[in-house]
């Protein structure tokens, strides 16, 4: 089943639902999210649980004033709280993009819903204050649930002053991010030496070198994990043009290569949450649709990862 056949069949249910919800308070999208349970795994380090499917904002975020496009991002941010969507990941290295997840969560009134997420990507400790204030107020939060240090830019300075944010609950967790694989070996001595809430990496089918020490780390130390470029900003798509699922992958409930991508990442223990990026309404859908059901085994791992390297 392609991601279009999702999107009709998804339609159909919100049809077939009408009738039904007209009796009662919550609209047919709210009631599909009140039957459905997302799956969800804890912060290590308060036991809070998240849902394992998050958002990205790089690029997609990043839009001006043009009212056809803001409807249209309106609408992908709609479709992610009523799948039970949480965690939206934002940097101020992402031009506009923190002040248009301000202006959608306002437009949607998910200001409460949002597990709000960020970083501070600026040298110098007054400029990481100054950075750190502005990015609240353009993502419109009192309390920033997760502050993290963009690429371990200048993370010395900064890290102390996120403690202390901490301590006075101007936010309430702490992490760090990088990405491409880069600087995997000064991650590993900030995880090793210091208390971090969150860590952040790139993880998927193409690139898998943290598997090696990053994850497992992240386990040991209790540390949560968030995955950036799930799909390899969109590469493993163009890989899979074209290509059947394979059968045993519905077996999973994967009704999309999007969804066969994500379940590989969710399955493995030590990842908290996953966060694509998009800019339409049908692969949001379509994404969301891989934080529910079941997710495969060890064994069915290894068997989607052979299968997508034999292609
Ligand atoms: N150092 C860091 O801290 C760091 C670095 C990189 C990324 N990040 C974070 O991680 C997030 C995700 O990474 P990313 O945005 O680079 O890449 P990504 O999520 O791997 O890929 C995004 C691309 O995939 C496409 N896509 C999304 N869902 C799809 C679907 N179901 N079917 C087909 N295509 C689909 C999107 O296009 P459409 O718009 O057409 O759907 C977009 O071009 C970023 O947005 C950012 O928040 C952090």
Redesign the pocket.
């Known amino acids: 089943m392609n ?1 279009n056949s999702f999107h009709l069949t998804r339609r159909n249910f919100i049809l077939s639902m009408g009738a039904f919800a007209a009796t009662m308070a919550l609209s047919p999208r709210d009631l599909i999210a009140e039957i459905r349970h997302p799956i969800q795994r804890p912060i290590p380090s308060s036991g809070e649980l998240l849902p394992v499917m998050g ?7 990043d839009i001006g004033k043009n009212q056809v496009v803001r409807n249209q991002l309106t609408e992908v941010v709609q479709v992610f709280f009523e799948n039970g969507g949480k965690l939206i ?3 101020p ?2 031009g506009r ?1 923190e002040s248009v997840v301000g202006d959608l969560l306002k437009a949607t009134g998910k200001q409460d819903a949002v597990f709000a997420a960020t ?1 501070v990507w600026i040298d110098g400790r007054q400029n990481g204050i100054t950075q750190m204030q502005e990015s609240m107020q353009r993502m419109g939060v009192e309390v920033m649930d997760l502050m ?1 240090i ?2 371990l830019r200048d993370w010395k300075i900064h890290l102390p002053v996120l403690k202390e944010w901490k301590e006075q609950g101007i936010i309430r967790y702490i992490g760090i ?4 694989g ?1 600087e995997h070996e000064a991650l590993e001595r900030i995880m090793q030496m210091e208390d971090l809430d969150f860590v ?3 993880y ?1 089918l193409e690139d898998r070198i943290v598997e090696d020490s990053l994850l497992p780390l992240a386990a040991d130390r209790g540390i949560a994990t ?12 163009r890989k899979v043009r074209g290509i059947a699922l394979p059968d045993w992958s519905t077996e999973l409930g994967c009704q ?4 066969y991508f994500l379940k590989f990442i969710l399955a493995h223990p030590a990842v908290t949450c996953v ?6 309404v ?3 859908e ?2 969301m649709g891989a934080g529910f059901g079941r997710l495969p085994d060890a064994t069915m791992r290894q068997r989607m990862l052979a299968h997508y390297e034999s292609l």
């Open positions: 991601n958002m990205g904002t790089s690029r997609t975020f990941d934002s940097s290295m992402y993009s970083k993290q963009h690429n991010t990088t990405s491409h880069r952040q990496f790139t998927n968030l995955i950036n470029r799930p799909f390899q900003r969109g590469d493993l798509f999309s290569w999007g969804q966060i694509p990026a998009t800019s339409k049908h692969h949001m379509d994404n």
